[in-house]
């Protein structure tokens, strides 16, 4: 939190100056500006639109949403705003997938389902953002085959897109790139429309363009230096239709998570006709994933998630870039937590006849405030607020103004007498009493248990790819690659999932996994 003094606290300061005979009675209570959840008072009506959690359905397509709910986006058009979510049994890559789209005619109070769109070509499909030409409504998405790796290796994305002339009826028209690039967010100047894609790997960010909506030319690269782990890449149209790239930098291995090492992103700058970026700084201390943007009172705000150095703990945060928005150096400075935990983040955002701005996230279970890496195979909701900046103080909330108790709050451990544990006879790996590594690979767990919390590494319980998975196993475990280290007596195999597909995971070298459940390797 931004720790400068509260306009309250300055004023209580500057009173106690006075000579005494004019000291008038102070206030010694100091105004929260956050309710007892720790959300700021100008985030307005935070609620569950969509409650993931305890849903039971696990056909994604067929009308009815999964348990997993997230990547959302918000846009105006012909006078409605429409929202957009991707729904899922978790964020495991499959075609079991699907594009949830709404329509509100009342500035956002209520919205109706108007249409479903499920995965193409049996891919997964993720990652949705509309934009508008010509009068016709476009969803883009990202598409890739099963499985899941680390830092979208080896996932053959291919960017597509959908059209509609009302946002009830929708086309499929096919790929929008070249295999392995993945399209984010798109701004429109003048006629034309700009996506920064990146590479699969998370190698690089391009600049494509297009006036039509669905042929893409690549143009310049924005961004390039792979061992930064180039991503998702937010762009912004500035007052003097500079363009701005808000490039999500995921680091080194040891970074990957966001709960080690650097939190970074970086700041990229180019001038029309925009054929080169110049990248001279970035925020240090936070790293914006999935940002999205919007302009309020020409003050530049982003939602995006915010990472916190305990247990793998994620929130949905607002932030305010301050600074040259044209040439740099900015800041992010930090406006306060939305009602948010596990995995979450992918705001979308879009202005009110009011001045007023909607804003949609997604968020695993708030109180049970798993690691971002348990929390993506379990229950999300989609979730709803209006941000009112006539509510806002002059300055950021502080932890006297809006007391967090949440952010520190102890890592939960697992308890018990592991010896009166009954183990599950069909498990391949992982019985009560099994012991880790130093990272904690290969530590007995279940997905209630809470024991992979305070793990240095090994967070995710492979309890809850039981169901997925042909085998079942339940050892604390991380996603890896051929270069992850999985500590000592584990190493990267790559168990094959039900419908297709693998994901690799550190698992102890005493497991055995049975012939025909394992993939060749990451």
Aim: proline share 7%; aromatic share 8%.
């Amino acid at each position: 939190m931004n720790r400068r003094l509260s306009p309250l606290a300055a004023l209580s300061v500057a009173a106690l100056a006075l000579p005494a005979c004019t000291v008038a009675p102070v206030k010694t209570t100091v105004e929260q500006l956050c309710n007892t959840a720790a959300t700021p008072r100008y985030i307005v009506e935070p609620h569950v639109f969509l409650q993931g959690g305890g849903i039971t359905n696990q056909d994604c397509r067929d009308g009815a949403p999964c348990q997993h709910n997230e990547n959302t986006d918000l846009f105006r058009f012909q006078g409605a705003i429409y929202l957009v979510h991707r729904t899922a049994e978790s964020q495991l890559l499959g075609p079991n997938s699907a594009l949830f789209v709404y329509r509100s005619t009342d500035e956002g109070a209520s919205f109706t389902r108007v249409a479903v769109i499920p995965a193409v070509n049996d891919r997964d499909i993720r990652d949705p953002a509309f934009y508008e030409l010509n009068g016709q409504l476009f969803l883009k998405a990202i598409t890739r085959v099963r499985g899941f790796t680390a830092k979208d290796q080896d996932v053959n994305t291919i960017s597509v897109a959908f059209q509609s002339p009302d946002g009830v009826n929708w086309t499929y028209k096919g790929s929008i790139g070249p295999t392995g690039w993945g399209f984010w967010r798109v701004v429109a100047l003048h006629g034309t429309l700009y996506s920064a894609a990146y590479q699969d790997g998370d190698l690089q960010v391009v600049l494509y363009s297009s006036t039509d909506g669905v042929t893409w030319v690549a143009g310049p690269q924005i961004y390039g230096v792979a061992a930064d782990t180039p991503l998702e890449t937010e762009l912004v149209i500035t007052p003097e239709e500079r363009m701005l790239a808000i490039v999500r930098m995921d680091g080194n291995e040891d970074e990957l998570l966001g709960d080690k090492g650097r939190l970074r992103t970086k700041l990229c700058w180019a001038s029309m006709p925009f054929q080169s970026f110049d990248c001279p700084y970035e925020i240090t201390g936070a790293r914006l994933d999935g940002a999205a943007h919007f302009w309020q009172n020409g003050r530049l705000f982003v939602v995006a998630r915010k990472h916190l150095p305990t247990a793998l703990r994620k929130r949905t945060d607002l932030y305010e870039l301050t600074g040259d928005v044209e040439h740099g150096p900015l800041d992010a400075v930090d406006w306060g937590e939305l009602p948010s935990a596990g995995d979450t983040g992918y705001a979308g955002v879009v202005g009110l006849h009011d001045g007023r701005t909607l804003m949609s996230w997604y968020s695993g279970d708030f109180t049970a405030d798993l690691p971002w890496t348990a929390s993506m195979l379990s229950g999300t909701d989609i979730w709803l607020a209006t941000f009112d900046p006539a509510k806002m103080p002059l300055t950021p909330p502080t932890d006297q103004t809006c007391p967090n108790s949440r952010d520190n709050a102890p890592v939960p451990t697992g308890s018990g007498d592991c010896h009166s544990v009954v183990s599950d006879p069909l498990s391949v790996c992982g019985f009560p009493c099994d012991k880790g590594n130093t990272l904690g690979v290969g530590a007995y767990c279940t997905t209630a248990g809470g024991e992979c919390a305070s793990n240095s590494a090994a967070t995710t319980c492979s309890d809850a790819l039981n169901g997925a998975l042909i085998v079942k196993s339940y050892i604390c475990t991380l996603v890896c690659d051929p270069t992850t280290d999985c500590g000592p007596g584990a190493s990267c195999k790559c168990p094959l999932m039900k419908d297709g597909g693998q994901i690799c995971g550190c698992i102890p070298d005493a497991c055995v996994l049975p012939a025909g459940t394992f993939g060749v390797g990451p």
